[in-house]
Nanobody, 124 residues
Framework: QVPLVESGGGLVQAGGSLRLSCAASGLTFSNYAMGWFRQAPGNEREFVAAISWNGGRTYYADSVKGRFTISRDNVKNTVWLKMNSLKPEDTAVYYC?????????????????WGQGTQVTVSS
C-alpha cells in the first residue's frame, strides 16, 4: 500500500463541483502538513492548496482562492480538496503530498511523500 492515495477525480462540466480525497497510511499523518498540487500537460506542477499539521492554517493559490477548500481529519488520516465553480483551466492531474514543512507550503521541495495523482477534467 502506497503512503498516499487520491480519489474523487473525474469529468465535470464548467461551473460544477468535485471533492478529492487523499488517504494516508504508513506515516504519522498528524506530523505532516498536507498539500494539493496539480499538473496539466506541458505545464510544471503547481501549488493548489495546503493545510498545516493540525488544520489551523490553510493556504491557497490565487487561481483557486474562494473556489477551493482544503480540510483534514487526523483521526481518519484523510485530507480533502473541495472544488467549486470549476473552470476548464482547472483540468489537470491532482496530487496529494505530505511534508514536514513549517514554511513555504507552496513549494514542491517541502513535501516528502506524493500520491499517484487523480485526473480532473472540466469540460466547457
Amino acid at each position: 500500500q502506497v503512503p498516499l492515495v487520491e480519489s474523487g477525480g473525474g469529468l465535470v462540466q464548467a461551473g460544477g463541483s468535485l471533492r478529492l480525497s487523499c488517504a494516508a497510511s504508513g506515516l504519522t499523518f498528524s506530523n505532516y502538513a498536507m498539500g494539493w498540487f496539480r499538473q496539466a500537460p506541458g505545464n510544471e506542477r503547481e501549488f493548489v492548496a495546503a493545510i498545516s499539521w493540525n488544520g489551523g492554517r490553510t493556504y491557497y493559490a490565487d487561481s483557486v482562492k474562494g473556489r477551493f477548500t482544503i480540510s483534514r481529519d487526523n483521526v481518519k488520516n484523510t485530507v480533502w480538496l473541495k472544488m467549486n465553480s470549476l473552470k476548464p483551466e482547472d483540468t489537470a492531474v491532482y496530487y496529494c503530498a505530505a511534508g514536514r514543512t513549517y514554511s513555504d507550503y507552496n513549494s514542491t521541495y517541502e513535501y516528502s511523500y506524493w500520491g499517484q495523482g487523480t485526473q480532473v477534467t472540466v469540460s466547457s
